[in-house]
């Protein structure tokens, strides 16, 4: 890098540190996505106190954003250990009701729109 002038040194480092930044918060959310796995609500808590800690240690403002409206749900967070349900299928129909009405870009009236989500989202059998 001897090659380079002060200024494109400059550059070069700052943009180490901005993707040493945003490999810090990938990893951390990465780590986040074990707590799902825990076997029950008491590993969750102690799962996440322990990520929360990790969190603080990288010192990324956004990230610790994210770790503290975690943490004041975190109650809610680990109902799901009581029956393991999510509403994934849900956002899930969400989305392609949208992507349905995006493509139509609006419908007449509301018949249309509900027939095109019965044909698209119903799951219909075509085949003669």
Known sequence: MEHLGDEALEQVESLAKAELGEAKAWCIKELFRHFWIRRDAEFGRSFFERWYREVFDTKL????????????????????????????????????????????????????????????????????
């Open 61 to 128: 403002p956004e990230v610790r954003k994210v770790a503290r409206m975690l943490k004041k749900h975190l109650e809610n967070l680990l109902t799901y250990f009581e029956c393991y349900i999510t509403n994934a299928a849900s956002e899930g129909l969400n989305s392609k009701i949208q992507a349905v009405k995006a493509n139509a870009r609006g419908f007449r009236n509301f018949e249309n729109y509900r027939v095109s989500i019965l044909f698209f989202c119903g799951k219909l059998e075509l085949s003669p």
